[in-house]
């Protein structure tokens, strides 16, 4: 089976921007999850969509917002965005709670 | 208190040597004990997963989880320089989410 696989791999923006990053999952996981990695905080959970509906989100604020297609690919999209939203955005699918599959990432800098 | 812990190193051990990480939680809802490899740059890749309490072993990797203690372990054997990565704890209660929290990730090396 093919990987998870997100787009684009690298982004440059400027504050105020926004920013869409892609992520397809593993053919046949119906959940997708988004993560933020810092050095600084870690990694820290943005999200989760199952079956086109969100049913978690983590402590982030409304400008980081997302959703998930039919086929179960899903974006999410960063609006304003600010110099601390500079990190690594990880995307995640799987098809049981105890094993979640990480794509490479999106490592978005702004400037 | 924080919901995981774990100690961030970094680690620093000779080729062969048998590795110990640790992660200790507070979250008695935790039911998946999860353990993902970090190479540099890369995303994390899932090592182990157990729902249970006792020992999971994997070829050089065993993990452990101690349920009573809330304390959660992976043993590296015979450990190799490409092993050196950072390793990352992750639990979730899979209670209506797949969510997972993690541990800040230990650095580990392996000096050949």
């Known amino acids: 089976k093919a990987g998870v696989t997100q787009t684009p791999r690298y982004l440059i923006k400027t504050r105020g921007q926004q920013v869409t990053l892609s992520c397809s999952p593993i053919?046949?996981?119906?959940?997708v999850s988004w993560y933020q990695q810092t050095p600084g905080q870690g990694l820290q959970f943005l999200f989760e969509y199952f079956s086109e509906t969100q049913r978690n989100k983590g402590n982030f604020p409304g400008r980081f917002s997302g959703r998930q297609f039919s086929n179960s690919r899903s974006e999410m999209n960063v609006s304003t965005l600010e110099l601390g939203d500079s990190a690594l955005y990880l995307c995640?699918?799987?098809?049981?709670?105890?094993?979640?599959?990480f794509g490479p990432g999106t490592r978005l800098t702004v400037l | 208190q924080k919901e995981v812990e774990q100690d961030p190193g970094p680690l620093s051990v000779p080729e062969g040597a048998i590795v110990s990480l640790n992660c200790t939680y507070s979250?008695?809802?935790?039911?998946?004990f999860m353990w993902y490899r970090q190479y540099s740059r890369k995303g994390p890749e899932l090592l182990m997963y157990?729902?249970?309490?006792g020992n999971k072993e994997d070829g050089r990797f065993t993990a452990q989880v101690d349920k009573s203690s809330k304390y959660i372990s992976l043993f590296i054997r015979d450990s190799q320089p490409s092993d050196s990565a950072t390793y990352l704890c992750a639990f979730s209660s899979g209670a209506g989410s797949y969510q997972l929290t993690f541990g800040k990730g230990t650095k580990l090396s392996v000096i050949p």
């Open positions: 995640a699918s799987s098809s049981r709670p105890d094993t979640q599959y």
């Open positions: 979250n008695s809802a935790f039911q998946y």
């Open positions: 157990t729902y249970s309490s």
């Open positions: 053919s046949g996981h119906r959940s």
